[in-house]
C-alpha cells in the first residue's frame, strides 16, 4: 500500500522547488535537480565550434537517429542549427526540421545559413519557455541536444512536447552524461539517465532505449503511447 508520505514526496518532487543558486544555476529544482542557465546566444560559436565532431561525434547521433525522407522533425533548442541543418537532408525530400528556439537572434543566425545554402525545408519556431509552438500531432521526432536540462519549466515543455508528436512518435534527450565524473561539463550540464527516466515518468510515454554510441552522451529514447 502506497503511504501518504509517497504521495507528498512525490507530488513535491514534481513541482517546482526553490533552493539556493549555483553560479550557473537557477535556484529552481525538479525532482531534487537545480535547473541550469539557458545558454546565451553570445556563446553561440561553441556549438560550431570544430573540434565538437572530435569530442562529441553528432555525425553518430544523426545515424543513430535512423530518419527517413518525409518525416516532420523539431529540432527544441536548435541553438544555430549544428543539427538541423545535417537532419534536413536526411528527411528531404518531403520531410522538414522545425528549428525552435526561444532566443531570436540564433532563430536569425539559422535563416541567414538556410537562405546562403539555399535549404528550404528547415523551418524556424520561436518558442516559449513553456511551449515549442508545434501543431498539435505532427512531429515524428522531437529532439533535444544538450537542452533539457535548462528548460525553465521541463514539465510544461514536456506536456507540450507529447501535444506535437504523433502517436507513437519519439522524443529523445541527448545529455552529457552525469554518471561519468570524466566527461568535461559543467554538473548542471550533464543528466543521469536515473535522473531523465524519474522525471519522465508520469507522461504518457514509454522509455525505449539508452543507446551507448556517443562518446559523451547519452541518447535516451522515449515513445509516445
Ligand atoms: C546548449 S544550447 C544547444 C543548442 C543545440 N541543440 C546544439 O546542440 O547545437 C541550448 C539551447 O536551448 C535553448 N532553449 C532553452 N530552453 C528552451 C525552450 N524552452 N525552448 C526552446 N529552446 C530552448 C537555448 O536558447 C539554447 O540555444
Same mark, same amino acid.
Given at each position: 500500500m502506497i503511504s501518504i508520505v509517497t504521495v507528498v514526496a512525490t507530488l513535491l518532487a514534481q513541482t517546482y522547488q526553490s533552493g539556493p543558486t549555483s553560479p /550557473? *544555476? &537557477? *535556484?529552481k529544482f525538479y525532482y531534487g535537480r537545480e535547473i541550469a542557465q539557458v545558454m546565451g546566444h553570445q556563446g553561440a560559436s561553441w556549438l560550431d565550434r570544430p573540434e565538437r565532431e572530435a569530442e562529441e561525434a553528432p555525425s553518430l547521433l544523426i545515424k543513430a537517429l535512423k530518419l527517413r525522407p518525409g518525416m516532420h522533425v523539431a529540432d527544441i533548442g536548435a541553438g544555430t542549427g549544428a543539427l538541423s541543418f545535417p537532419m534536413a537532408k536526411q528527411v528531404a525530400p518531403g520531410g522538414a526540421v522545425f528549428? #525552435? =528556439? &526561444?532566443q531570436p537572434e540564433l532563430l536569425d543566425i539559422i535563416r541567414t545559413r538556410s537562405k546562403k545554402n539555399g535549404v528550404k525545408n528547415v523551418k524556424t519556431v520561436l518558442g516559449t519557455t513553456t511551449n515549442p509552438q508545434v501543431p498539435a500531432n505532427s512531429m515524428d521526432l522531437m529532439l533535444m541536444v544538450d537542452v533539457y536540462h535548462e528548460f525553465d519549466f521541463p514539465r510544461e515543455m514536456v506536456t507540450n512536447m507529447i501535444k506535437g508528436l504523433k502517436k507513437g512518435g519519439r522524443l529523445v534527450l541527448v545529455e552529457?552524461?552525469? =554518471? /561519468? $565524473? =570524466? #566527461? $568535461? &561539463?559543467?554538473p548542471l550540464h550533464k543528466m543521469t539517465e536515473a535522473q531523465v527516466r524519474k522525471e519522465l515518468t508520469d507522461f504518457p510515454l514509454d522509455f525505449v532505449q539508452n543507446d551507448g554510441v556517443l562518446p559523451r552522451q547519452h541518447i535516451l529514447t522515449f515513445r509516445k503511447r
Amino acid at each position: 500500500m502506497i503511504s501518504i508520505v509517497t504521495v507528498v514526496a512525490t507530488l513535491l518532487a514534481q513541482t517546482y522547488q526553490s533552493g539556493p543558486t549555483s553560479p /550557473d *544555476g &537557477i *535556484g529552481k529544482f525538479y525532482y531534487g535537480r537545480e535547473i541550469a542557465q539557458v545558454m546565451g546566444h553570445q556563446g553561440a560559436s561553441w556549438l560550431d565550434r570544430p573540434e565538437r565532431e572530435a569530442e562529441e561525434a553528432p555525425s553518430l547521433l544523426i545515424k543513430a537517429l535512423k530518419l527517413r525522407p518525409g518525416m516532420h522533425v523539431a529540432d527544441i533548442g536548435a541553438g544555430t542549427g549544428a543539427l538541423s541543418f545535417p537532419m534536413a537532408k536526411q528527411v528531404a525530400p518531403g520531410g522538414a526540421v522545425f528549428a #525552435v =528556439e &526561444i532566443q531570436p537572434e540564433l532563430l536569425d543566425i539559422i535563416r541567414t545559413r538556410s537562405k546562403k545554402n539555399g535549404v528550404k525545408n528547415v523551418k524556424t519556431v520561436l518558442g516559449t519557455t513553456t511551449n515549442p509552438q508545434v501543431p498539435a500531432n505532427s512531429m515524428d521526432l522531437m529532439l533535444m541536444v544538450d537542452v533539457y536540462h535548462e528548460f525553465d519549466f521541463p514539465r510544461e515543455m514536456v506536456t507540450n512536447m507529447i501535444k506535437g508528436l504523433k502517436k507513437g512518435g519519439r522524443l529523445v534527450l541527448v545529455e552529457y552524461r552525469g =554518471e /561519468d $565524473p =570524466e #566527461v $568535461p &561539463i559543467k554538473p548542471l550540464h550533464k543528466m543521469t539517465e536515473a535522473q531523465v527516466r524519474k522525471e519522465l515518468t508520469d507522461f504518457p510515454l514509454d522509455f525505449v532505449q539508452n543507446d551507448g554510441v556517443l562518446p559523451r552522451q547519452h541518447i535516451l529514447t522515449f515513445r509516445k503511447r
